[in-house]
């Protein structure tokens, strides 16, 4: 059986990265005397309606746990569309967050006690307070097991600089992030969290090794400050000096548009095309389309943008901010520069196209990483064990 809230759409190194990937590896499914009822999980997080990494990859959990064995998974949106007329306020400025937030708590509050777990996936700052607290709230006052999937690359100002962030965060019974990189954030606020991957369905992204890679550039990050999208267009300023018919494909949307395609003037580039918003399910022909990826963001955690990238053969040059590092291995899986350097970066992407049999070597150690760390038949038991022990916690409370 399949419990289902609300109808979702499913898209189809260092050495915390080292104790990350054999954390993955050392935790086989709970067995033995363990209570083999199904364990009823709650997704709580981002619909595609707000199309982002960590919407894609509740889809694809929410996707895949509707095919696991003992579990059984429903879904309640952070973002619900209200009904009928209503839909009207949420087209309001501050009436659609309160509006929203209203019937988000009353969807909670109606449906947690249909679970033995509530997994919410968690941004940072406002909508931190607003997501995932109000699920972890509802969590304990049902006794119910909860689960926070911190997932931004803002952690550490977050923890540091909001005073209710790490009280509210100790909330949950268990703190779980997508890479070595945030685990380390979270302890030094003293908040024991553990690393499972995101993860991509590989077999369903198109896959060739660029071999000879050709000057067509692709980056896929939402048009924000924090991505620098602008540091990928400065450096494809530099590649495009020496060549010519270098293109390049920005995928993405958000505030920052009018500004990014006013620098592409100033800069007087030719070749660059902004294709707004893509959906999960169209991505592959971009990336089958593009033989190098640019990513320059200045703030960032574990990007599935990257992680796509590898299962498609895209070999990525990239700034080395957050948690990239813990993606790619300079010079064995991609290319880094330093935070805020586009002349490094620049210099990486030609580098990229210059050197012969670099960019076949990457493409392959990129795809070959991907399948070893972040497809779904690895992460898969770290999830049903987890499951199942924060359920036991609420069986064994129970009367």
């Not at 949420?90 to 009436?95: D, E, L, N, S, T």
């Amino acid at each position: 059986m399949v419990i289902v809230t609300q109808g979702m759409p499913t898209a189809n190194n260092a050495e915390g990265d080292s104790r990350a990937a054999t954390d993955q590896a050392e935790h086989p499914p709970a067995s033995g005397t363990v209570d083999a009822r199904p364990v009823r999980v709650c997704l709580v997080g981002p619909s595609l309606d707000i199309l982002g990494g960590q919407a894609v990859q509740l889809s694809r959990l929410l996707d895949q746990l509707r095919r696991t064995p003992g579990i059984e998974v429903g879904f309640i949106p952070m973002n619900p569309r209200l009904p009928g007329p209503l839909r009207l306020l949420q087209r309001v400025k501050y009436v659609r967050t309160v509006t929203t937030s209203l019937a988000y708590l009353v969807s909670l509050l109606r449906q947690v006690p249909r679970y033995d777990v509530v997994h919410a996936f968690s941004p940072s700052y406002w909508a931190f307070l607003l997501g995932p607290v109000p699920a972890m709230v509802v969590a304990r006052l049902y006794r119910r097991g909860s689960l926070l999937n911190y997932h931004s690359g803002e952690a550490a100002d977050h923890l540091a600089n909001w005073r209710t962030a790490v009280p509210l965060a100790r909330l949950a019974d268990r703190i779980v992030v997508p890479s070595g990189y945030l685990q380390d954030v979270f302890a030094t606020f003293g908040l024991p969290a553990e690393a499972i991957h995101n993860f991509v369905d590989a077999h369903a992204i198109p896959h060739r090794v660029r071999s000879v890679p050709r000057p067509r550039f692709l980056s896929n990050r939402n048009l924000e400050p924090m991505y620098n999208v602008a540091g990928c267009i400065h450096a494809f300023a530099q590649v495009q000096a020496v060549e010519p018919g270098a293109s390049l494909v920005i995928a993405g949307f958000g505030s920052e548009r009018a500004r990014l395609e006013g620098l592409v003037a100033e800069l007087g580039l030719s070749n660059v095309r902004f294709a707004g918003r893509v959906p999960p399910d169209e991505m592959g022909r971009l990336l089958d389309e593009a033989d190098v990826l640019l990513n320059a963001p200045d703030i960032d955690n574990m990007p599935l943008s990257l992680i796509e990238a590898q299962a498609a053969g895209l070999p990525i040059v990239s700034t080395s901010t957050g948690g990239i590092p813990w993606i790619v291995k300079e010079g064995e899986t991609g290319l880094l520069a330093p935070p805020g350097d586009t002349a490094a970066l620049g210099a990486a992407a030609l580098r990229m196209l210059r050197e012969p049999g670099l960019a076949e070597r990457l493409s392959v150690a990129g795809r070959a990483s991907c399948l070893e760390r972040f497809t779904w038949p690895v992460v898969q038991a770290r999830w049903v064990r987890t499951y199942r022990e924060l359920a036991a916690r609420r069986w064994a409370a129970s009367p």
